[in-house]
């Protein structure tokens, strides 16, 4: 069966997360993608590259989604909401990783490796591709439940690039900052980051954790068939990139751990047995990265998995759904 080409936008495509999907989509064995990459006006013209193919990044405008089979944005909320009706006028498909058009009227939120929750129709305007941590979280609740799960008690270790560069560049700059004794930059955590574990931000940090962890029990819910067995902490790390994260999971008596390997791995969710996972080991992958240990009452997961790319897949993973619905050729 012959390899469908498809037509996708990536907006905000000169953020990490935006390269990152550039680089997932090229990469794609499920379909050959003709890529448009969409920008403000201030990175408009710059080149770049998805995989070998030399690339320019063009202004995005109401007019930039014509032809295009599925608009990808990826960068800010506010993009998103700006320019998301153009894009269905158009004709096209839409995955949000911005989470800025959950809750719409038909807008769906997605997994792409969830087992149980709702998929796209032809009714569907967008999809919102899940947290990564959602998606992990729903996938493990949903595979563990059939053999007595209670509940899920996690702590999850966030990067700095959950907030793209600018992030990276102020951790680096705080790192630098304190080892050359010179004052902390401070803009986008309002916090010191760096040689640090944090719960909280400053009041004015650009992420508010305990909104990002009430989207991810949320979304967890929303994914996992609507079973909340989630306790969640969330931690800012002073790491660049990856997430890791410790998982409980508490299950009924006399589950075997045979039986929990068989159940929970497989797909995504990947056994490293010999190293355990870290940001390293697990960079560059779609891949959820698992070591798994018996102990009273459940098992320890020890997880760690590369959120940019985690995310970009899911994105794509999600398109295809999507396109899947759409007839061959141009949509009239």
Wanted: aromatic share 4%.
């Amino acid at each position: 069966m012959a390899v469908r080409r498809l037509r996708g936008a990536v907006v905000d495509a000169s953020t990490l997360l935006g390269k990152e999907l550039a680089e997932e989509l090229n990469d794609s064995t499920a379909a050959v993608w003709d890529l448009t990459l969409l920008d403000g006006a201030e990175v408009g013209g710059q080149i770049t590259s998805a995989g070998e193919e030399v690339l320019v990044i063009k202004t995005v405008s109401a007019d930039a989604f014509e032809g295009i089979d599925v608009v990808f944005f990826a960068g800010q909320a506010a993009t998103a909401r700006e320019f998301w009706k153009a894009a269905h006028a158009a004709g096209a498909s839409i995955v949000d990783l911005t989470g800025a058009l959950e809750g719409m009227p038909g807008v769906l939120l997605r997994s792409a490796w969830s087992e149980t929750a709702e998929r796209p129709d032809l009714a569907t305007i967008a999809v919102v591709a899940s947290h990564p941590m959602s998606a992990v979280l729903a996938l493990i609740e949903t595979r563990l439940r059939p053999l007595g799960l209670k509940r899920l008690v996690a702590t999850v270790l966030l990067p700095a690039s959950e907030l793209g560069s600018a992030g990276v560049d102020e951790l680096q700059q705080q790192a630098v900052g304190l080892l050359t004794f010179k004052p902390l930059q401070k803009d986008v955590y309002d916090a010191q980051v760096a040689f640090n574990l944090l719960t909280a931000l400053g009041g004015a940090a650009e992420l508010d954790l305990e909104k990002t962890r009430s989207t991810i029990v949320r979304q967890t819910v929303a994914l996992g068939a609507g079973v909340d067995l989630l306790a969640l902490q969330l931690v800012q790390a002073p790491v660049f990139h990856g997430y890791t994260a410790s998982v409980f999971a508490e299950m009924a008596s006399g589950v075997d751990e045979t039986d929990v390997r068989k159940v929970l791995l497989g797909g995504i969710l990947k056994a490293a047995e010999d190293v355990a996972p870290s940001n390293e080991s697990a960079a560059g992958g779609g891949e959820v990265l698992v070591s798994l240990r018996k102990s009273d009452g459940g098992f320890w997961l020890w997880m760690a998995a590369d959120n940019l790319g985690l995310l970009a897949k899911n994105a794509a993973g999600c398109a295809q759904e999507l396109a899947s619905l759409r007839p061959p050729g141009p949509v009239n």
